[in-house]
């Protein structure tokens, strides 16, 4: 942020004050843990009061401030003082209710928090480091049709991740490649067996997790591999800035329900796609990677804006 070209110390000239607060180093320590709802509010509640009583929240009374929470929104709206209820009430504080608030997954309630891009594995620090990937995605050759790495999730009635697993290894044509990830075979804890796979694949697989985003959507993206998601929160309702408004040019949905019907084949869908309409949604998915980047923060790209431009912007034009 210090390094932002528009950047000032002086809070007179600032059309936006950025609040250096990392929210998400707090509330994570408590999450797991047995603690009383009182320690766990206590930083969020002094850093609110602290930014009350400075001058420049009196200008526009915080509208004009915002920060970046470092995780969901879900980590920082605990509706009660029940300590067994999750996260802190950092969102729910009646004045940080005028700030805005940048998470890797936003509440489609809410018009104070919005998305921004999970990191990735790549960092350029030039245009041309920019430009090669994408040539290097656009040349891949693609033998998977489809793909998904993760593990089953008996534990989740509501989940479609085994029907979804399920598919991929019941795939007729063998068009699809299952990467197992669990505590015993560690693949997805290696970033070039998991890119690897996004770039072999035509389309990912993107179910829902413990929330709706997935930080995979962005690592496919990345590979020029094209997301199938199969709920309207995992990225349409979310990465309003990052993404296009016309999901269909970079993206494939399939409901849920859709997934859960006995005789629906995702392998059976996915053939009856055009391939010029499959070579067209790559070539949208590859235009996309500078959005979903943070650049090398020593270096700044000159041709691209990354995913942190992105947020700034959406920061701007908001205020």
Not at 19 to 45: M, N
Not at 262 to 279: G, N
């Amino acid at each position: 942020m210090k390094q932002y070209q528009s950047f000032t110390n002086t809070s007179s000239k600032a059309s936006v004050v950025y609040v250096p607060f990392y929210a998400g180093l707090d509330v994570g320590r408590y999450l797991w843990d047995d603690h009383e709802t009182k320690v766990i509010d206590y930083v969020s509640i002094e850093v609110v009061k602290h930014l009350k009583g400075k001058p420049e929240w009196k200008k526009m009374w915080g509208h004009d401030h915002f920060l970046v929470a470092g995780r969901v929104s879900w980590d920082f709206r605990r509706m009660t003082d029940n300590k067994l209820d999750w996260g802190n009430r950092l969102f729910n504080l009646p004045d940080a209710k005028n700030m805005t608030s940048l998470v890797i997954e936003s509440s489609p309630w809410s018009n104070t928090d919005f998305a921004i891009s999970y990191p990735t594995y790549f960092h350029p620090s030039s245009d041309h480091e920019v430009y090669g990937w994408q040539e290097r995605m656009t040349r891949k050759q693609r033998p998977y049709l489809f793909s998904f790495a993760g593990a089953l999730r008996p534990e989740l009635n509501d989940s479609i991740r085994n029907e979804i697993i399920n598919q991929c290894l019941g795939s007729k044509g063998k068009h699809c490649k299952f990467m197992k990830c669990d505590a015993v075979i560690k693949n997805c804890e290696y970033p070039k067996n998991v890119m690897r796979l996004f770039q072999k694949s035509v389309f990912y697989l993107q179910p829902l997790e413990d929330s709706y985003t997935r930080r995979s959507t962005f690592d496919a993206i990345l590979a020029g591999c094209i997301p199938i998601f199969f709920h309207l929160a995992s990225a349409y309702v979310q990465y309003l800035w990052h993404f296009p408004k016309h999901y269909t040019t970079y993206s494939m949905y399939i409901p849920i329900e859709d997934i859960k019907k006995e005789d629906f084949a995702v392998e059976k869908r996915l053939l009856e796609i055009p391939k010029e309409k499959v070579v067209a949604m790559r070539e949208e998915v590859i235009k996309l990677i500078p959005n979903v980047i943070y650049a090398n923060p020593n270096s700044k790209l000159q041709r691209f804006g990354d995913a942190f431009d992105v947020a700034v912007k959406g920061v701007l034009n908001r205020i």
